[in-house]
């Protein structure tokens, strides 16, 4: 199900979202792009804990069978 949000911008940053979403870009809308750079930002994330759960097992000495490689590569 889909949700709507509202955000205010500045007009610097509207225009630049316009321009990401214009035929020159690889976004259709100003939603697509949005969408984007969120799915990016969650999937950083990811990455950034598991990067964390990592040196917490190496500072308390607790390891895992798996490599960072083997972790990345789980999607």
Excluded: H
Aim: glycine share 2%; hydrophobic share 40%.
């Amino acid at each position: 199900m889909a949700s709507t949000l509202n955000v205010q911008l500045t007009n610097e940053l509207r225009r630049y979202i316009d321009l990401r979403a214009s035929d020159d870009d690889v976004y259709a809308t100003p939603s697509e792009y949005i969408r984007d750079l969120v799915r990016k930002d969650m999937e950083e994330w990811s990455i950034l804990a598991s990067v964390r759960q990592g040196v917490a097992e190496a500072r308390s000495g607790t390891f895992v069978c798996e490599s960072i490689l083997d972790i990345l590569n789980e999607d």
